[in-house]
């Protein structure tokens, strides 16, 4: 069982930058793969997105590659997401999840813990 907790989400001009925090808890935070999801209201979570327990493995989607950095430090139990860029488009609640078998996916259907989500809105 892990916990997680975001923070850092918040209002930004077009074209400025946020960091988004995810704080875990619970067994040993490496063996976990984690993943960024956002969501807008009456549409799907989509995968932003996901690192690997040893952080050497990351990817991106296709709408936030080269904007977007994912990153972790294990001894803090924490994983970010580093966002630069920003448009509108990326107004959503933003959410860290877990997969307890460190695999790593696009899929939200694939990791077993959710945070509550942190709302990110980009003013135009």
């Known amino acids: 069982q892990v916990h997680l907790v975001e923070s850092g989400g918040g209002l930004v001009q077009a074209g400025g930058s946020l960091s988004l925090s995810c704080a875990a808890s619970?067994?040993?935070?490496?063996?976990?793969?984690m993943g960024w999801f956002r969501q807008v209201p009456g549409k799907e979570r989509d995968f932003v997105a996901y690192?690997?327990?040893?952080?050497?493995?990351?990817n991106y989607a296709d709408s936030v590659k080269g904007r977007f950095i994912i990153s972790r430090d294990n001894a803090k139990n924490m994983v970010y997401l580093q966002m630069n860029s920003l448009s509108s488009e990326d107004t959503a609640v933003y959410y860290c999840a877990a997969n307890k078998f460190n695999r790593v996916s696009g899929l939200s259907r694939a990791y077993d813990y959710w945070g509550q989500g942190t709302q990110v809105t980009v003013s135009s």
């Open positions: 690192i690997s327990g040893s952080g050497r493995l990351t």
């Open positions: 619970g067994r040993t935070f490496s063996d976990y793969a």
